[in-house]
């Protein structure tokens, strides 16, 4: 029997989650392939795996309790990125805060606005000795080429609008998880002519498929990016390994919600772009 979907329905910016009652997660990698070509005709595209935190009691005000490790192309733009977008802070609490934002170039892609079937992309976050990210790993296999990849640590990284270095303090374990297909960002509603797939979730550990994100973790909101995309209904599972399909409505109606997504900011490749316009 499969998992009731949530109430607006597998598609867009709503997905399944995926726990495993509260435990860290880890192991983690996801992977999306492309039975067809996806083919952007608005807004570009964006893969975004979100990662959920418990807000644990002691743990620095920094700590991410809600991770986003994003890869995207915008409208024309032939190159693939890879974004990591963490946030701290509650949604419901309003303390939210944007606290990295970070752009890599993973390759250069065939075509502009398109994704080719055959090609496979990999969202490896990196885990620590005690289960915290402390990075991420990008993969874009083209279909029967060489895989390429970039790779980011997080203390590489400066916190958001300032020139402090992260640390652990901004490092924290993800308890569950959700992957949208959506548009690029900025809350843009992404429309696609073509694409279907699956989506491979595997982890250390055996995980539950859930309506909605669990009451145990902080966040309680998620993309603000929609799309036409759909995903295929699963059973609640109890396995390392979780094997979802996914596509595209044809109508090319993005289904829009939820009424306060949080957006995925304008990233320095597309402030450039508007900049040289």
């Known amino acids: 029997m499969s998992v009731a979907p949530p109430s607006q329905g597998l598609g867009s910016n709503f997905n399944y989650f995926l726990a495993d009652g509260g435990n860290a997660i880890t192991g983690l990698n996801v992977e999306i392939t492309f039975a067809e070509p996806l083919i952007s005709t608005e807004n570009g595209f964006g893969f ?26 915008q409208p024309g733009d032939k190159t693939l990125y890879g974004i990591i977008d963490n946030w701290s802070g509650t949604v419901p609490a309003g303390t939210y805060a944007q606290i990295i934002n970070d752009e890599s170039t993973i390759t250069t892609l065939p075509k502009a606005n398109q994704i080719p079937a055959g090609a496979v992309i990999n969202i490896v976050p990196t885990f620590s000795s005690s289960n915290v990210i402390t990075g991420i790993t990008y993969i874009y296999t083209p279909p029967g ?9 997080l203390t590489s990284l400066d916190v958001y609008d300032s020139n402090k270095r992260i640390t ?14 959506v548009g690029d960002y900025n809350g843009n509603d992404g429309v696609f002519s073509s694409g279907s797939g699956t989506i491979v ?13 669990p009451s145990y973790t902080a966040f309680q909101d998620g ?16 396995s390392k390994t979780i094997t979802q399909t996914w596509g595209i409505d044809t109508s090319g109606r993005p289904n829009v919600g939820p009424a306060v997504g949080v957006k995925l900011p304008l990233p320095p490749s597309a402030k450039k772009i508007q900049q040289d316009q």
Request: hydrophobic share 35%; proline share 6%; glycine share 6%.
């Open 48 to 73: 975004q795996l979100n990662g959920y935190a418990q807000e644990l009691a002691g743990a620095p005000s920094t700590t991410p309790n809600w991770q986003q490790y994003v890869v995207f192309s």
């Open 168 to 181: 652990s303090a901004y490092e924290s374990p993800i308890s569950a998880l959700t992957l949208n297909i």
């Open 145 to 153: 080429g060489q895989a390429v990849s970039s790779s980011v640590t």
């Open 223 to 238: 993309t603000g990016e929609t799309a036409n995309t759909v995903y295929g209904k699963l059973p609640a599972s109890n």
């Open 201 to 213: 979730y595997t982890a250390a550990q055996p995980l539950t498929v859930l309506t909605n994100e």
